[in-house]
């Protein structure tokens, strides 16, 4: 195995540099370094520990290259602190917006409460304690998301030869369903809101058209023009299985919603500026968007606790009462299954809130 020798600019050291190849990224720096001309003791120190360092690293990458195949795994290759451990899997599995496994990092640094963990600490009873505090900390799928992306690093380190047997084998991922469900607005509601007045336009427009078209916060507050084609939008939600984006018919409020915006726009729109480029809503902080929301929905006759996140609910609920299929809801809400669906964005209570009360006296009467 090779090292490369590199004077520094003023020539004061000479750097030493891995090499794999004369591909790009191929000879990374060691990190260590020797002084040219020594001055001292202590520098004459630092250079002979320095070359003995370089020797055991040497020595390393050939047994790594002899241990190819055998299923020998060298312990110099091994994460003291398991942190460490956690945070490569995160850095070599991370995907463009999904937050989970960055998020199962997180929490569990905040569980254990220090910086350093040993991998043998990391056993069955604390596996346990760990889905124990995300399903007191959270609600609804998030418990099982994070939990699950925690069973994943364990996976791999097992598989890595640090542990015989995976400790999280026998502690299955939990979800955590909320006691209070999620209020969704009814077709009747959403033209109440329609027609009552909003401290802010933007939040009004911007709230209706995920209502019409199921989209996220994250996904409407960055809404661009060039993803919409006529009556077509093209989302940010990527399809797991096809690798394409969901592409959703507007609904005719949502298209009036965007024409009188595009509208407004090209006649205040400086000349030369790309209208593709630019953003459909301009819209506040989550937070803020969500009290002006909370604000304009007390405005009218719904006794309801609607946040952005109803619309979602809301759009899944108003396809389900027109009948349309699982499959389909699934698509535009971006999933992949149906589970999403069947499971949390289904009506929970009837549409009339006596039906209930009619029920149990019919019932009643049946009996007697």
Not at 106 to 119: E, H, I, L, N, R
Not at 213 to 240: E, F, N, P
Not at 296 to 325: E, G
Request: charged fraction near 25%; hydrophobic fraction near 35%.
């Amino acid at each position: 195995m090779n090292f490369l020798e590199r004077k520094t600019k003023k020539g004061d050291k000479i750097v030493f540099y891995y090499d794999f190849g004369r591909g790009k990224g191929q000879r990374p720096s060691t990190g260590i370094f020797v002084y040219t001309k020594p001055k001292d003791q202590t520098e004459k120190n630092h250079n002979k520990q320095a070359l003995s360092l370089i020797e055991l690293k040497k020595s390393q990458l050939i047994i790594e290259s002899q241990a190819v195949g055998t299923g020998f795994i060298p312990p110099h290759k091994f994460k003291a602190n398991f942190l460490d451990y956690y945070e490569e899997y995160v850095k070599a599995h991370k995907r463009k917006g999904n937050r989970h496994l960055q998020c199962s990092l997180t929490q569990f640094k905040k569980f254990m409460g220090k910086d350093y963990v040993a991998p043998i600490e990391v056993n069955e009873n604390l596996c346990k304690s760990f889905r124990r505090y995300l399903l007191d900390k959270y609600t609804g799928e998030t418990p099982s998301d994070y939990y699950t992306r925690f069973k994943w690093v364990l996976a791999a380190a097992t598989a890595d030869g640090y542990y015989r047997q995976n400790p999280t084998e026998k502690v299955s991922a939990k979800s955590n369903p909320s006691r209070n469900l999620k209020d969704f607005l009814e077709v009747e509601e959403y033209l109440e809101l329609l027609n009552t007045p909003c401290l802010n336009r933007e939040i009004q427009e911007a709230f209706i058209f995920c209502c019409y078209t199921g989209l996220r916060w994250v996904d409407v507050s960055q809404l661009r023009w060039q993803q919409i084609k006529g009556a077509v939008l093209t989302t940010r939600i990527i399809q797991a299985k096809t690798g394409l984006p969901v592409t959703l018919t507007l609904h005719p409020i949502a298209r009036m919603i965007l024409e009188k915006r595009k509208q407004v726009l090209e006649t205040s729109m400086p000349e030369g500026m790309d209208l593709g480029l630019q953003l459909v809503f301009n819209l506040p902080s989550a937070d803020g968007a969500n009290k002006i929301l909370i604000q304009w929905v007390s405005a009218t006759a719904i006794n309801k606790h609607i946040t952005w996140s109803c619309a979602r609910l809301s759009f899944s609920i108003l396809l389900q009462d027109k009948l349309v299929d699982d499959v389909t809801i699934a698509y535009l809400l971006g999933h992949t299954t149906t589970v999403q669906v069947q499971k949390t964005y289904k009506r929970h209570r009837p549409k009339d809130p006596t039906t209930n009360l009619k029920i149990r006296i019919a019932f009643i009467d049946w009996r007697k």
